[in-house]
Structure formats: C-alpha cells, structure tokens
C-alpha cells in the first residue's frame, strides 16, 4: 500500500516555501550512487514510500530495493540503492528515511510482542492510538510485524467503551439499543469488571474487550464468554505481560503501544 498523496504532503512540509536553499549551491550535477544502510536489526518497512519520495524529487532517479518490506534485517544491512542526480536525491533525503524510520519501528514492535505470544491462539492488534494522519502507515506497519489491524476508524465498527456507558448509564440498554441499529457493523463491548458482563450476558453481539481487568479476572471473563462471544483485553500490556495475558484464553490482545510507542529506526544515506 502507497499514499502518493501522503509523500506528496510530507516533501511539501520539507520545501514550503523555498524549497530546499542549500543544495541550489551545489555546482555538480552528474549522476551519484547512494546506499541507505540500516542502523538497527528491525523489521524494514516503508521502501515504496521512500521511493516514491525520491521520485517526487526527480522521476528520473532509480531506486532499487535490496530486501522487501516485512522482511527481518541486521545492522548495517544495504536496504537500497538510489542513483540519480545529487539535488534531487539530497533533496528527498529526509523525508524518505523518515518513512522508513516510522514504519520499521512500529513493525519492529510489534513483531516483539506477537513473538512473545508464540504458541498461544491468540493475535496482537494495534489501535487508534496513532499519529494524526498517519493510522494508514502505521496500521501498515502492524501488519508488517504480523499484527492483526483493529477498527480503521470510528464507521468500522461499533464498539462500547466506557465513556458511552458512563454516559449513557445503562449498558444493557445501550448494548440492546446497538443490537436494534447495528446495519450490519460487528458490536463489542467494553467491560472493566464481571458484574458489567454477567449484565450483557445472553445478548446478541460480537465481542467481548475486557480492559485493565487482572489476571485472575480475567480468565474468569474468558471462560464465561466462551463460545458466545470473542473476548479480547486491553490495558496496561507490556511485553512483561503479555504472555501472562494470553494464557488466559484471550483470543486478542489489543497494545496502544505497538503504534504510540514505538522508537523509529535509524536508517542513513550513505554517499
């Protein structure tokens, strides 16, 4: 997946409302080769944005990857060649690593956590908790480090949280009322304790996300909702915990972190 509007808006940020002053005192104009080399093992991301970065500069400027996106690297890796004439390579520099930087960290994260659950039935998912216009290469960079995407936004699905429920004040009813209007959107709810549960019990809908419940608690609310409802935690996850989490049964573990939270990589272009 590629936004050329995304990279488009990115090297706009860089060159508004000059462009870029310095490399206009560059008197070379022939063709060099660069090589953008990994600073960190990670899970790289984001080649087809550098590219696309380059491109935007100087459609004439050959990128050519040497591994592909998702893939495991080690430090000092060549991930890429870019050939072409210096301003134009000079000129998208940042922006291109700054993609790359973004989304091998948060596939890099992410892959840590859905390596610590190995051999439990149970996926990492990330959440909305992403930089403002950037959940699509973010969530791309979950699904990199095979997490599994949680709702794009607000119209993917319902889901009951609770600041609805404190609003409301009545969770069956508000869970009933959402069951009445679904329109063919999947429904979780949101509970923080068991008596919320055993509440909702028996109604018709999709998913149960247990949020900062304990263990203990939690494994509880796992087996009451077995073979009715999906359960899925939230809250606190760290990668301390998480395997802990996932014994309990949970089928998904959603982590804010994986996208909030996750250092960029440090990639160079080496002339």
């Known amino acids: 997946m590629i936004s050329k509007n995304l990279v ?4 706009s940020e860089d060159l508004r409302p000059s462009g870029d002053i310095t490399t206009s005192f560059i008197k070379n104009n022939q063709k ?9 093992s990670c899970i790289v991301g984001g080649l087809v944005f550098a590219k696309e970065a380059f491109k935007y500069s100087d459609k004439k400027i050959n990128f050519k990857s040497k591994t592909r996106d998702g893939k495991k690297i080690s430090k000092g890796k060549v991930i890429a060649i870019v050939s072409g004439k210096p301003k134009g390579i000079l000129k998208s520099e940042r922006v291109a ?15 840590k956590f859905v390596d610590k659950v190995k051999g439990k039935s149970c996926k990492i998912c990330c959440t909305r908790k992403t930089a403002p216009n950037l959940r699509s290469i973010q969530k791309y960079g979950v699904r990199l480090g095979k997490g599994l995407n ?29 069951i ?10 949101e509970v923080d304790n068991l008596n919320q549960l055993k509440k909702i019990m028996g109604l018709k809908f999709n998913r149960i996300l247990f ?7 939690l ?17 606190g996850v760290t990668l301390k915990n998480v395997r802990k989490i996932a014994s309990t049964g949970v089928k998904r573990i959603s982590v804010g972190q994986i996208t909030h939270n996750a250092p960029s990589i440090n990639f160079k272009l080496q002339i």
């Open 180 to 189: 009445k209007n679904k329109k063919g959107k999947k429904i979780t709810v």
């Open 219 to 235: 494994k509880k609310g796992v087996n009451l909702s077995k073979g009715i409802y999906e359960t899925e935690a939230s809250g």
């Open 8 to 11: 488009k808006k990115a090297m």
């Open 150 to 178: 949680h709702r794009f936004n607000l119209s993917d699905e319902i889901l009951i949280k609770d600041n609805h429920i404190a609003v409301d004040g009545d969770i069956k009813k508000l869970v009933k009322r959402a």
């Open 211 to 217: 949020d900062n419940m304990n263990v203990k608690n």
């Open 97 to 111: 690593l700054n993609f790359l930087g973004l989304i091998s960290g948060v596939a890099t994260k992410t892959k």
């Open 32 to 40: 060099i080769k660069a090589k953008i080399i990994s600073g960190q």
